[in-house]
């Protein structure tokens, strides 16, 4: 009995190792920022997928910080159309892909609540943050408009860029998570808008 109960142990002990997800950090040479990494198995085909754990904070032509605030971008970084999205990631990195993303929503609890474990413990309003369980580590970065005459959603939702086109012109894929809710939103939204975005490791 005693040996059995050893064997079942151990063996819950693997199949949890083969869940968990790994963390570390990579440094652009660009401009010499440090971000935070997750690398967890993708499930079909035992491969290692690495992502970065903080929004890309890249400065170039199509990027904005929200409100035009400079302050903002440490913790939220910037906020990129998607021609500019597309452009952004580092080498040996790309913008992620719609099929990228679900993955990582199925990953971390399923479309219906991958919010919780994908969110940060801080920083959405009315105290609707995750466990970050994940390491992920979602920000409510918000929106800004294609005219940039307005940024919303600060602290309240999160936008992410894929690099998917729809059918529709002038119009992409993206994911979305909000301040109240475990569920993770996927939608079309104007190439225009200011977004924020994550880069997957090739």
């Known amino acids: 009995m005693k040996q059995h109960t050893l064997v079942l142990l151990a063996t819950l002990f693997v199949t949890q190792g083969c869940n968990t997800q790994s963390n570390g950090t990579f440094t652009d040479s660009r401009d010499g920022q440090t971000y935070k990494t997750i690398s967890f198995k993708n499930a079909l085909t035992g491969t290692t997928v690495t992502w970065m754990a903080e ?19 440490k913790e939220l970084g910037l906020l990129y159309t ?8 580092p080498q040996g990195w790309h913008l992620a892909t719609d099929s990228e993303w679900s993955m990582l929503v199925t990953k971390f609890g399923g479309t219906d609540n991958a919010g919780t474990s994908l969110k940060s413990t801080v920083g959405w309003d009315d105290n609707g ?10 920000l409510p970065g918000g929106i800004r408009k294609p005219d940039g005459s307005r940024n919303l959603f600060k602290g309240s939702l999160g936008y992410w860029w894929t690099s998917s086109p729809t059918d529709k012109e002038g ?7 909000h301040y109240g809710r475990s569920k993770v939103f996927r939608f ?7 977004i924020s975005v994550r880069c997957v490791r090739d």
């Open 55 to 73: 929004n890309l904070n890249y400065k170039m032509p199509g990027s904005y910080a929200y409100d035009e605030k400079e302050s903002n971008r």
């Open 82 to 89: 998607w021609e500019a999205a597309k452009k952004a990631c």
């Open 129 to 138: 943050n995750g466990t970050n369980s994940s390491g992920f580590n979602a």
């Open 171 to 177: 119009r992409a894929l993206s994911w979305n998570l």
């Open 188 to 194: 079309d939204g104007d190439v225009s808008n200011g």
